[in-house]
């Protein structure tokens, strides 16, 4: 793959170009075209193995995104245990990093130092100043030789090294890549380069470039987007997963890009999304990461594509590229070999199996008949229904009436005046659960006015976030889409008793009606623990002062439940310790977080001690432990599944792998996305996890019974079982895949619809293309 921006984008560092002390932004000027991140290629990056694995062979290295006009950037041939000169692509067009919006106008850095620009009219500024005096400088220098070649002796300019590099934009030799995000940034930069006759060769993230498709595929420009994140910051906040299709389909030459070292991992699996939301043909979505970012960095006839003379840079896959089921087996640079997968958790070998059904099938009760008997019922008939607790029913029908499911099975008669939905040649399953979600508590990363996640102050164990759900937060409608249909929103407040979360339903227009269970669970960020053979022996201070807290709720609630059985006087009110007293009784589940082997084990023995009734989230490191969380008889909700090994030390494939081990030693698995923006790709989290060894179909429960299971719902939630609530979803295909659309959802029986902001977006300027370009 060729990746046309790489994590190497990102200010905090990324594959190849990070100083020791990491972070590529020289953010001092408003322009500094002087610095070069060549000079700063860190070769032995763990990044360059990492991506490499994902099947990555091209990047180009960009310099941040603090400046109007950043450094230059490098464009790099992946080779592990090359040095800095190797990895140069030979010949590679030299390009430069622009920025425009937030970053270069500071909105973010909460710093009491003023630099200009302040505004987006302050950027536009930056380069009207410096072109015309690049262009100034460039007659000078023009005179100059001309003189020279006459046969005078004139003094030379002083030489700039700034305007020197500017001077080669507007010739054309060095090419421009700019950070965007809004669509009048964009076009106002599309007409500063057309003004002074130079072409923009990349925007980069381009996340409102669907909105000006037409001007950016007249101007020439390729666009270099995000699949799908958006809402980390305001210019986020209309970012849609269908605008490299939209973009493509104007005719612009678009590509997907990482802008992280975790996401640069899977970046075929990153462009099968356009697939998913806008249907974009598999060939077009399959160059979104290959031929065209080869275009993009003017090495089209060099790379990104088979073809005879072209380079040897291969990757060989598992299957088809555009499936999450895919993995990369091996990768080739030059025809040499730069990685090859290797199996060093034994999960393809001795094959994780999958847990016997339950029961071969549900009864079929017997349904009522004559004129008008399916009154206010849905069927939904002839697609493949996968109940979860059952085997897979081909040609199935499932029927449901008062919010409930009545029946699941084949060859059932429908009865007269039911609502028919067609699911021939589609899936038919239960809706989703999403654990540890801040669905309706955040909206947008940077606006903390938006997010009700957080509180500090310490523990807060009788914080309760349902009254803080906003009905109408774009995030409810935009995870739904993807066929989750519940989630437990929760609280990640700093202090160790971060609060209780809530499970909703992604229906409703108040709190209220979203609210299934009010106070589900209350969040336990367990105190990191790291092993130090030299530390003290005895308990550390923070699970002290847990304990310590744990024994006074139980001794307020024996005092309280005294003084109300026999009279007196109470324990006076304390609405932490009563809020807590339930859970430190074993009375009700307790989340408890802890990612680290140390930390998990540390956990587990407090919960053991205190008598708790408690379920691991996160549980990065598990791996590391699997026996032993296994004989402890925790269940886990594992998660981030797409995250990085948490050391260069550990294997490229740790997380990934990660579910597939815990199942292994007989640990029950859920599966968590933790990821404040994007929910919804809680499926993509899931497929991964089965890629790397977990049974598809304990992928499958992990993210519907299992998530039930976990939040103690498995008799309401969770599969198609008949006296189940109705939320029910039907897929074009297998539900964790990449390129799997949901085309019809129920939540309690009712259909829902399966647009949201985000499509509204889509559509609106998709009409706009049409009009505009005149098709």
């Known amino acids: 793959m060729v990746a046309s921006s790489s994590g190497a984008a990102r200010d905090a560092g990324g594959p190849g170009p990070t100083a020791p002390g990491g972070g590529v932004p020289e953010g001092t000027l408003s322009i500094t075209a002087d610095v070069d991140i060549s000079d700063v290629i860190e070769p032995t990056d763990i990044s360059i193995y990492r991506a490499l694995a994902g099947g990555v062979t091209t990047i180009q290295c960009l310099h941040g995104s603090a400046n109007a006009i950043g450094g230059r950037s490098e464009v790099l041939k992946l080779r592990w245990g090359a040095t800095a000169d190797e990895l140069r692509f030979p010949d590679a067009p030299q390009g430069i990093k622009f920025a425009l919006g937030e970053n270069p106008k ?337 909206e947008i990363g940077s606006v903390a006015g938006t997010n009700d996640m957080r509180e500090g102050g310490g523990n807060q164990p009788d914080l309760s976030v349902a009254s803080s759900i906003h009905p109408d937060s774009a995030h409810i409608t935009v995870t739904r889409t993807n066929g989750i249909t519940r989630s437990q929103s929760a609280p990640r407040s700093r202090g160790p008793l971060r609060g209780q979360s809530a499970v909703i339903d992604l229906d409703g227009q108040t709190w209220e009606e979203l609210v299934t269970v009010e106070r589900d669970m209350l969040h336990l960020g367990f105190p990191r623990q790291r092993y130090n053979e030299k530390a003290p022996k005895e308990e550390p201070e923070a699970i002290a002062d847990l304990r310590e807290l744990f024994a006074e709720a139980r001794e307020w609630h024996a005092l309280d439940a005294a003084a109300r059985e026999f009279g007196g006087r109470g324990p006076g009110l304390d609405h932490h310790l009563r809020a807590l007293a339930p859970y430190a009784l074993g009375e009700k589940r307790i989340a408890l977080h802890a990612d680290g082997a140390q930390t998990i084990l540390a956990a587990m023995k407090f919960a053991k001690d205190e008598g708790l009734d408690a379920v691991l989230y996160g549980c990065t490191d598990g791996w590391k432990i699997a026996p032993r969380i296994a004989e402890e008889g925790f269940t886990v909700v594992v998660g981030p599944v797409l995250s990085l090994p948490g050391s260069e030390f550990e294997p490229y494939d740790a997380r990934y792998a990660n579910a597939a081990v815990l199942a292994r030693a007989g640990v029950p698995v859920a599966i968590q996305s933790r990821d404040d923006e994007n929910s919804r790709n809680l499926p993509f989290h899931a497929g991964f996890a089965s890629a790397f060894g977990l049974p598809r179909t304990e992928a499958y429960r992990a993210v519907t019974l299992g998530a039930a299971e976990v939040l103690g719902l498995e008799s309401e939630l969770g599969s198609l079982t008949p006296g189940k609530r109705a939320d029910v979803i039907v897929t074009n295909g297998d539900l964790l895949d990449g390129t799997t659309a949901v085309e019809a959802i129920w939540i309690d029986g009712q259909g829902v619809d399966t647009g949201n902001r985000q499509t509204e977006l889509y559509e609106r300027y998709r009409e706009r293309l049409h009009r505009v370009q005149g098709k």
Not at 392 to 418: C, K, M, N
Request: charged share 20%.
């Open 106 to 442: 500071q909105s973010n850095w909460n710093n009491s130092d003023s630099r200009f620009p302040g505004s987006r009219p302050g950027v536009e500024a930056v380069f009207e100043r410096g072109f015309d005096r690049a262009a100034d400088y460039a007659d000078q220098w023009r005179s100059y030789y001309t003189a020279v070649a006459g046969g005078e002796d004139p003094v030379p300019p002083r030489r700039d090294l700034r305007l020197e590099v500017l001077s080669q934009i507007l010739a054309g030799t060095v090419k421009v890549h700019s950070h965007s995000y809004r669509a009048d940034e964009i076009l106002m930069l599309l007409r500063v380069a057309e003004r002074h006759g130079f072409r923009v060769q990349t925007l980069q993230h381009v996340l409102e470039g669907y909105k000006i498709a037409a001007e950016i595929a007249e101007h020439g420009a390729g666009p270099s987007t995000f699949a799908d994140w958006w809402g980390y910051k305001i210019e986020a906040y209309d970012a849609i997963p269908q605008n490299a299709a939209l973009l493509d389909e104007a005719g612009a030459v678009s590509t997907i890009n990482s802008d992280s070292d975790e996401l640069m991992r899977h970046l075929y699996h990153e462009a099968s999304k356009s697939i998913k939301y806008a249907g974009l043909d598999p060939v077009a979505a399959l160059r979104l990461c290959t031929l065209n970012g080869a275009i993009q960095l003017g090495l089209g006839d060099r790379t990104g594509s088979i073809e005879t003379g072209k380079d040897a840079d291969l990757v060989l896959l598992s299957g088809d590229p555009m499936s999450v089921y895919s993995k990369v087996l091996l990768t080739l640079v030059d025809g040499e070999v730069e990685f090859e997968r290797m199996d060093l958790f034994a999960l393809e070998d001795a094959v994780v199996g999958p847990r016997d059904y339950p029961i071969e099938a549900h009864p079929v009760p017997d349904l009522p008949t004559g004129e008008g008997a399916g009154a206010g019922m849905v069927a939904i008939v002839g697609g493949t229904v996968h109940p979860i607790d059952a085997p897979p029913i081909e040609q199935g029908t499932v029927l449901i009436q008062d919010g409930r499911i009545l029946a699941v099975g084949t060859g059932i008669a429908v009865p007269e005046g039911a609502v028919v939905h067609d699911a021939f040649g589609k899936h038919v399953w239960p809706g989703m659960i999403a654990l540890n979600t801040p669905v309706g508590l955040f």
